[in-house]
């Protein structure tokens, strides 16, 4: 797996995922890009604090990946795609499967005007 220094080359990948937190690892606000190949990607992940976004065509080395420095007992792992849910279920590494919510991003909920 090869650490991703250019978000350009994987920013497709992620293309119509809504998640803040991937934009923020995409603008290299935060967080870390890997991917299955450094020069033509088909399969990337976010990671950003205990999250880790899977995009792309499932790739279970990448599911199996962990960077070098990263010590921590769990990561919430988010699939793009319910192939990428099945991936990560079959990996005997992973606690089983819960729900976690998040509050969605409503534009035009709050006005301008005071």
Known sequence: ?????????VEHLFEGWQETLIWSCLQQVMGQLYANDANHPTAAM??????????????KELVLF??????????????????????????????????LYFATLIPTLF????
């Open 1 to 9: 797996m090869e650490e991703i220094k250019e978000p350009k080359l």
């Open 46 to 59: 976010a990671l950003i604090g205990d999250f880790c976004f899977f995009a792309g065509e499932p790739d």
């Open 111 to 114: 006005s301008s005007v005071i």
């Open 66 to 99: 962990r960077p070098e420095l990263d010590k921590r007992n769990f990561i919430i792992m988010v699939p793009q795609t319910e192939a990428w849910s099945e991936l990560i279920a079959s990996c005997s590494c992973v606690s089983p499967r819960f729900s």
